[in-house]
């Protein structure tokens, strides 16, 4: 995600492993039919209650029925394929905006009750240990806001998209909503004629019956329940190639296609400077979904990147702004796509790469220079971790703005820490560590632990009291290499870092 500046729209091996090492932080007891309801979590430091225990999501297949207006509900049905990690007499999953009509466990049917933000079913016979379970809900999907809730569905001119960064994707449908369980998705859109609908991944076939049509697409690799997106509007697929063969699509509202084509032509060629970076584009596809809608920010959804339409036509920005935005968004599918934060607290590696490479395609297109800009994040760095945290270790956010983790720390602030460490092991250590922690990771999670060893095996040193300080400090440690740079005032930087959020 990357927030936009306010004059725009708003402010601008997992598995069990995994599953281990985040449940081990609250008590995996699933509790016996008899006993109230009530919510669980995987113990995220950041979200509690976000994920469930006791089971690992394999594929998801989603079904959305539009009835034509955005204002109101989508018929829906979502089908869980996973292996249980837990003998399980409940099984809880995250869904939080929508009316559910009815659940099966193994096609048999099953109790379910709400409790907090989770759905809770209680299957006719419990599932041990070990085993495959079918989960299928059918279930409404509200694209009207929920009071006091952000993401999720996102209404647009002509019909919807999806931000569901970071905890909103059971906004939209029941899930195990944790980037740490990762799975394939496949996800079928029906739409009244004179409507389009595209979703991560490739195009599996459409069917048309009786004035609607049903498009099917499926993901090629794992993804995170908050990268989902599904398009659905009066829009135009543009179709070209990048490197290797790559197939790029981007969705656009039609009567916008011809001034948008300048700006999404560049795509191909962005995709080239990133590969000869860290390596090959990880996905089956890319392309940007650009919507006509105000949301305050861009997001980075697994092959279909979401833009709001004003980036790119209200001429405020250079171009070389413009596409550096672009870059961010694409550095994403390698960093926080490919390899996903196994917690929220790891947020900084998905930021922090992302701005890098935004900072660092600035200045190779547009001159503008990476040392000024990490030089003014220096100064500014101790106001946003007195405001937000040290960049691995972030506040939680407030009530109902769950995109509150979203500050200059994890953004700015964590590109810092990358510059850093080039600084403090050099480029060509630095570069191929970037390429290891891609090849290392695909398709899977990494936590900020991971980093530090993997940095510390390349570059031959002992890095332990270097991140320490960079990563967890409630002061910015002295820059290697600029002893000259200093901090601004406390007060001066939280003021900056205030007027930089939402």
């Known amino acids: 995600m990357l927030l936009t500046p306010p004059h725009q729209a708003a402010a601008a091996r997992r598995r069990r492993t995994a599953a281990a090492l985040l449940t081990s932080a609250v008590s995996v007891c699933i509790v016996a039919a008899s006993t109230p309801a009530v919510p669980l979590g995987v113990g995220d430091r950041l979200f509690p209650y976000l994920g469930n225990p006791g089971y690992d999501v394999a594929a998801y297949d989603l079904s959305f029925t539009y009835p ?15 292996w249980t990690t837990a003998d399980l007499d409940r099984v809880n999953l995250d869904f939080a905006h929508g009316t559910v009509q009815s659940v099966e466990v193994d096609g048999d049917p099953a109790e379910f009750h709400t409790a907090g933000e989770d759905l809770v079913i209680t299957p006719e016979n419990a599932v041990s240990d070990g085993k495959w379970m079918r989960i299928t809900v ?26 569901n960064q970071a905890d909103a994707a059971h906004l939209v449908f029941p899930c195990n909503d944790h980037p740490s369980d990762k799975a394939m998705f ?43 997106q599904v398009s659905i509007g009066r829009s135009t ?13 981007d969705v656009v509202p039609t009567e916008h296609r011809k001034e948008l084509e300048p700006w999404l032509e560049k795509t191909p060629g962005q995709i080239t400077w990133m590969e000869n970076k860290v390596g090959r584009y990880p996905f089956e596809t890319y392309g940007l979904l650009v919507a006509d809608t105000s949301t305050g920010f861009e997001l980075e959804t697994q092959t279909l990147s979401l833009f709001e339409r004003d980036l790119f036509t209200d001429r405020v920005h250079p171009s070389w702004y413009v596409e550096s935005i672009m870059v961010h968004e694409l550095a994403h599918q390698w960093f ?41 994040a220096y100064g500014a760095s101790d106001g946003w971790r007195a405001a937000g945290g040290p960049p691995a270790a972030p506040e ?9 983790i979203f500050r200059p720390n994890v953004y700015d602030g964590s590109a810092l820490i ?44 002992d890095l332990g009291s270097f991140f320490q300080g960079w990563l967890y400090g409630e002061k910015t440690p002295p820059m290697p290499g600029h002893p000259d740079w200093k901090a601004v005032a406390a007060a001066k930087a939280q003021d900056a870092a205030g007027s930089q959020t939402p």
């Open 237 to 249: 697929v543009l179709h070209r190639t990048g490197p290797h063969g790559l197939p790029v699509r």
């Open 68 to 82: 034509g207006s955005n204002s109101q509900p989508l018929r829906a049905v979502t089908t869980i394929d996973a």
């Open 418 to 461: 990358l510059y850093a460490l080039r600084q403090e092991i050099g480029r060509p250590a630095f570069e191929r560590l970037e390429r290891a922690w891609i090849g290392q990771h695909r398709d899977g999670t990494a936590a900020t632990e991971d980093f530090v060893r993997l940095a510390t095996e390349i570059s031959g040193r």
């Open 138 to 163: 059918r279930h409404t999907s509200d694209p009207v806001p929920a009071k006091g809730r952000e993401g999720g569905w996102v209404r647009t001119a002509d019909g919807l998209a999806m931000a």
């Open 336 to 376: 926080g796509n490919s390899v996903s934060p196994r917690t929220w607290s790891d947020l900084w590696l998905n930021e922090g790469h992302a701005t890098w490479y935004e900072a660092l395609y600035a200045e190779e297109r547009g001159g503008k220079s990476m040392r000024d800009r990490m030089k003014a």
């Open 396 to 404: 939680a956010p407030d009530p109902g703005r769950k995109t509150g």
């Open 186 to 228: 496949t996800i079928r859109v029906t739409a009244p004629d004179g409507h389009t609908a595209v979703a991560n991944g490739l195009p599996a076939g459409t069917e048309k019956s009786r004035g609607t049509t049903t498009w099917t697409y499926r993901t090629q690799h794992p993804m995170a329940t908050e990268l989902a």
